[in-house]
């Protein structure tokens, strides 16, 4: 986060171009290493127990971008449309559960997968880890299965009070319906444009 607000001090946000935010995500992942390690060494700690995927997203009114180290996906929607993209490819072993980790390389940030789409045909973000794949892509093309996002959608865009939509949506994932679809980490996290502040400044 530091690094992408670094960035961001030095140039506006909406003026970058896809380039230039993939300059800083790719930024951010190296630093976002470099700041795990020295963690580990300062607290003695082995790389391999910090082992941690990556998925770093940037948005403005004109661009959606994210890099992605590992498993898990990072989603741009179009909340009144219904219209989704996936951004980055993920990466996977022979073996389920097997990817890469920010920890495994010297240069995460190489190989890391970047994406972009128009941030004006997209008003919403959502990264979330492996645990939640299955059930929030149609798998193996890994494109937004919108019958778990519809709701989700929908509910951002009927409130006027985005914490309680956070609740809500930690009750869902924390609830039987999908614990008992999966044994692995179900983080989510959802980013909303608000577009009374865009309709204010146009």
């Known amino acids: 986060m530091a690094a992408i607000s670094d960035g961001i001090?030095?140039?506006p946000a909406p003026l970058f171009a896809a380039s230039q935010a993939e300059t800083l995500l790719r930024g951010?992942?190296?630093r976002a290493r470099s700041e795990l390690l020295r963690y580990g060494r300062q607290h003695n700690v082995p790389a391999r127990e910090l082992a941690s995927t990556l998925i770093v997203a940037f948005a403005s009114d004109?661009?959606?971008a994210a890099a992605q180290v590992g498993d898990g996906a990072v989603i741009a929607f179009n909340i009144s449309s219904g219209a989704a993209t996936t951004l980055c490819?993920?990466?996977t072993g022979?073996?389920?559960?097997e990817t890469t980790f920010i920890t495994s390389r010297?240069?995460?940030h190489e190989i890391?997968?970047?994406g972009h789409?128009?941030?004006y045909n997209y008003d919403a973000l959502a990264l979330i880890t492996d645990g939640l794949q299955n059930l929030a892509l149609n798998m193996p093309a890994r494109q937004a299965f919108m019958g778990f996002w519809n709701p989700i959608l929908s509910d951002l865009a009927q409130t006027d009070r985005p914490e309680a939509v956070s609740e809500r949506l930690r009750l869902f994932i924390s609830g039987e319906r999908v614990q008992s679809r999966t044994a692995d980490d179900v983080t989510i996290a959802i980013a909303a444009r608000n577009h009374n502040s865009r309709e204010d400044q146009q």
């Open 9 to 11: 001090s030095q140039r």
């Open 28 to 30: 951010a992942i190296r």
């Open 62 to 64: 004109a661009l959606v």
């Open 89 to 91: 490819d993920a990466h």
């Open 94 to 97: 022979e073996h389920a559960n």
């Open 106 to 108: 010297n240069n995460p």
């Open 112 to 114: 890391a997968f970047v």
């Open 117 to 119: 789409a128009s941030g």
